[in-house]
């Protein structure tokens, strides 16, 4: 019987014998990437943190005590060994197990996580909270290395010198060679310091001391800190009041249990600084940890893709216009907050590493560092994911939009992203940003218009942002290129007076598209216009577009409160123009986990769903659906 078979509900690890935990670390990693290889995932981070994982199982007590894991994309061992191994077969596909930790899971999971740097101030959080309501158990955040150059890390170290009670936190280091002269002599003082014997001993001597040498107390203390700041790499920890152990060998169970359970006795906040190796135990991932960091499913003897990508992404797109532009303009610079690879700046930083930035997860400072150098003179170019650039509101708005200081934006995963789910769907960003005054908004319908945009958003001058979806860049439509005009849309197809028009926003324009076949086959016209610039809007096509047509659709790949489609409705309304529309766009709600096409049809926003819509509308019929419900089986026959 294997050995993961006997784990089948959360504590089940230790009931295994400590002689058979390197078969069961090396049974998970066969597990986790035989089922990666057929749904896809993060197979890197997880490979990584197996032993980490199995220690932290060993030594707590779920439930009662809680994990949690910053960014959340390294808990496929958590969720194995809380007895979800057959959740896997259905991992991050359309109603099944999520790949990040979902409360409404497992109550293993207690904290739901998917972005960056939070794990430390949410276990701050829950200790408090654990504290004040009397109540005892351990909190453990696991934080990685690459998480903690965010600042809100910092933020909550900064807060935790107060704690007087445990808190864990596990530093996942996997860009650390470990030391085994230093990773002794950490471990022996790190029990030492944190035996009851030493505490207890060293209470008694400072308090007595104290009473009747205070002079003395003051010395040592300061030798103390000298001997400490010399002999052990933790004292940044050490300084901010945070009980430093180790490094500690993080693919080693029992030196991990062991240091759990020091760090459990100490009454205040205490770092284990683990080091780990991302992708261990698969070859392909050891030698590619970036490559197999979120992976579509792949062939495991080679470690390549199953469907290798077809055409060229959007991504790669704006690389090589990144390439061009760079070429031509010498103040061009760009920046990225740890995400080289997944922008598309790899190429730039190879060529041009003068004028290439990689500031970390840290994408608050991106942007203020990116308005330092368009003040002074430089054109920068933010190229981030549009989930992430969230965590940057405060900074566009006081920094780059209220000095109007010439920074550009190029917003990656924009709109349904897929199988990350909730956390990573980039649904909110025509929302939040056509809400800041000065700050073009552009979403290009296909490649070419992509680099378009971009060389239009260098010579602006002022703030710009152009946001485009994830996946292969739509090469339809090229006849199609009129010149960009700030606040122009371009008709693609216009029909005969009385048509219905499709204004469509980026990625929309390909769904306007098939949208306009399928209501051609029933009679009904579709003209179609490329809005181009949802900030600012296409007035004056506004203005004569009760003249020309019935009806106005307006379809975005965005939520739908502050969405171009209330933009749009909200400018009629202000001047006093009566003309029918109907608005397109993504309940407002979280979007789950599972393919783009799957999400569309359950938000209502593929092309099927938009034409039964439309024709309803017409008709004179309810509007169809706002949550999104799939629409009846002939439109589905389209």
Avoid at 49 to 78: C, F, N
Wanted: charged share 25%.
């Amino acid at each position: 019987m294997a050995l993961l078979d006997r784990i089948q509900k959360p504590n089940d690890i230790k009931k295994i014998p400590a002689a058979e935990y390197d078969h069961l670390a090396e049974e998970i990693r066969q597990f986790l990437v035989e089922k990666v290889s057929v749904t896809g995932g993060h197979l890197s981070s997880n490979l990584g943190a197996v032993e980490l994982t199995m220690a932290l199982h060993l030594s707590l007590d779920l439930p009662k005590d809680r994990i949690i894991w910053d960014v959340g994309h390294q808990s496929y061992t958590h969720k194995l060994l809380t007895g979800r191994k057959e959740g896997f077969d259905s991992l991050r596909l359309y109603g099944g197990m999520s790949g990040f930790p979902k409360r409404n899971e497992s109550s293993c999971d207690s904290y739901d996580t998917g972005h960056s740097s939070t794990s430390i101030s949410a276990a701050l959080g829950l200790a408090r909270a654990r504290d004040l309501c009397r109540q005892d158990g351990f909190v453990v955040a696991v934080i990685g290395d690459g998480a903690m150059t965010g600042g809100l890390a910092y933020e909550a170290l900064n807060n935790m010198a107060r704690l007087n009670s445990n808190l864990i936190i596990i530093l996942n280091d996997n860009d650390m060679s470990i030391s085994k002269n230093v990773g002794g002599l950490s471990k022996y003082l790190g029990s030492i310091r944190t035996s009851n014997s030493y505490i207890q001993l060293r209470d008694r001597i400072h308090d007595s001391l104290n009473d009747t040498m205070p002079k003395v107390v003051k010395g040592i203390s300061r030798a103390k800190q000298s001997l400490k700041s010399f002999m052990l790499p933790g004292m940044f920890f050490e300084e901010m009041g945070i009980t430093y152990l180790g490094p500690v060998d993080g693919h080693n169970v029992r030196d991990m249990v062991r240091a759990i359970e020091d760090a459990k006795r100490v009454n205040k906040a205490v770092l284990i600084h683990a080091c780990t190796k991302k992708g261990k135990g698969y070859g392909p991932a050891e030698k590619n940890p970036s490559r197999f960091h979120g992976t579509p499913p792949f062939d495991i003897r080679t470690g390549e893709p199953l469907q290798p990508p077809k055409g060229t992404s959007y991504t790669g797109v704006f690389s090589k216009a990144m390439l061009r532009l760079a070429k031509e303009e010498p103040r061009l610079v760009s920046v990225t907050a740890a995400m080289e690879d997944g922008v598309g700046l790899k190429e730039f930083h190879r060529r041009y590493p003068r004028r290439f930035f990689d500031v970390g997860i840290a994408e608050q400072h991106a942007v203020v560092f990116a308005a330092g150098m368009a003040a002074g003179g430089m054109k920068p170019v933010v190229a981030v994911y549009s989930t992430f650039l969230q965590r940057a509101y405060d900074q566009i708005v006081e920094d780059v939009c209220l000095q109007q200081l010439p920074v550009v934006f190029a917003i990656d995963r924009a709109g349904i992203v897929g199988a990350d789910g909730e956390t990573h769907q980039g649904i909110f960003d025509l929302s939040w940003l056509s809400s800041i005054p000065g700050l073009t908004v552009m979403a290009p319908k296909n490649g070419q218009e992509l680099t378009d945009m971009l060389r239009f958003a260098l010579t602006l001058g002022r703030p710009a942002a152009i946001r485009y979806p994830r996946g292969t860049a739509y090469d339809g439509l090229a006849e199609h290129r009129a010149p960009l005009e700030e606040g122009r849309a371009e008709m693609i197809y216009e029909e005969k007076k009385g048509s219905v028009l499709l204004l469509a926003v980026g990625s929309m324009v390909k769904t306007a598209e098939k949208t306009r076949e399928i209501l051609a086959s029933r009679g009904i016209a579709c003209s179609i216009a490329n809005a181009r610039f949802v900030c600012p809007m296409d007035t004056d096509l506004l203005r004569t577009a009760p003249e020309k047509y019935s009806l106005i659709v307006t379809m975005e790949e965005n939520v739908r409160r502050g969405g171009f489609g209330e933009h749009v409705d909200a400018w009629y309304s202000e001047n006093e123009i009566r003309m029918p529309l109907l608005n397109i766009s993504i309940p407002d709600r979280f979007l789950p986990h599972g393919s783009p096409d799957e999400l569309s049809r359950a938000s209502g926003i593929d092309a099927v769903s938009i034409s039964r819509k439309i024709q309803e509308r017409l008709e004179g019929q309810p509007d169809g659906t706002p949550d999104g419900t799939p629409c009846d089986s002939s439109w589905d026959a389209e």
